[in-house]
């Protein structure tokens, strides 16, 4: 059962454009959410998290949020540009177990 | 400072063999975990472990498993693999706990292919 749900496999977006990747959990308990960013033939790398408490963290042109009644997260990526075309990763984790749960992952494309 | 290393890059092997797989990580981290990803699945959590010890586990069989040493590298070994192994296998490391508030510095990974 797939707890952390990226419904989108790809979503296409012109540069300069805003670019928004949602995901979707199931798990209440979840308290602690993260965005991991991933190009080909590398690791992911961490981009940004926001604990339960929050509803919105920024930094820079990334700004995630987060909806606890309708569990839901999105990422927002202002202005779009090409070194964004990735796969972009959500993730969530429970403190008391702390495992990292990750989605399958949503492919950015930055068109020109 | 180096990053997280991971030993062979690709790997090629048949059904029934074994394969043991390395990761050396950021100089000071103790906490090694350890993923696998497919294009139908995603990134899938294996195992965790901090100062030697197996902290957590994810859903795979008893085929899958690993160890850490005292100087934090770790091994994760599949054992009779099967087709469905093949996959990216990826290594992260951790300065501390909880992961979720101390950032993942993920490898490039192992791509391992079962023929």
């Known amino acids: 059962d797939q707890q952390v749900k990226q419904n989108s496999p790809s979503l296409s977006v012109q540069e300069g454009r805003i670019s928004i990747l949602n995901c979707d959990y199931t798990n209440s308990m979840f308290d602690y959410f993260l965005w991991y960013k991933k190009y080909p033939a590398e690791g992911p790398t961490f981009l940004i998290s926001i604990s339960s408490i929050k509803d919105k963290n ?24 090409p070194g964004d075309s990735a796969v972009y990763f959500c993730a969530a984790s429970i403190r008391r177990d702390d495992k990292i749960i990750f989605g399958k ?8 | 400072k180096a990053g997280v290393t991971q030993t062979p890059r690709y790997l090629i092997k048949t059904r029934g063999q074994q394969v043991t797989l390395s990761c050396s990580p950021i100089s000071g981290h103790r906490s090694v975990s350890w993923y696998q990803q497919t294009p139908g699945q995603g990134l899938q959590f294996l195992f965790e472990y901090f100062s030697e010890t197996q902290r957590n586990k994810g859903n795979f069989p008893g085929r899958f498993s690993g160890r850490q040493f005292s100087n934090s590298r770790s091994e994760m070994n599949v054992s009779t693999l099967e087709l469905g192994d093949s996959a990216l296998y990826l290594c992260a490391s ?17 791509r391992l292919s079962v023929l």
């Open chain 2, 94 to 110: 951790s300065s501390g706990l909880p992961l979720a508030k101390n950032i993942q510095y993920f490898g490039a990974g192992t």
């Open chain 1, 58 to 81: 920024e930094d820079g042109r990334f700004t995630v949020f987060l909806n606890k009644s309708a569990k839901h997260l999105s990422l927002h990526i202002v202005p779009s540009q």
């Open chain 1, 105 to 112: 992952g949503t492919r950015l494309h930055i068109l020109p």
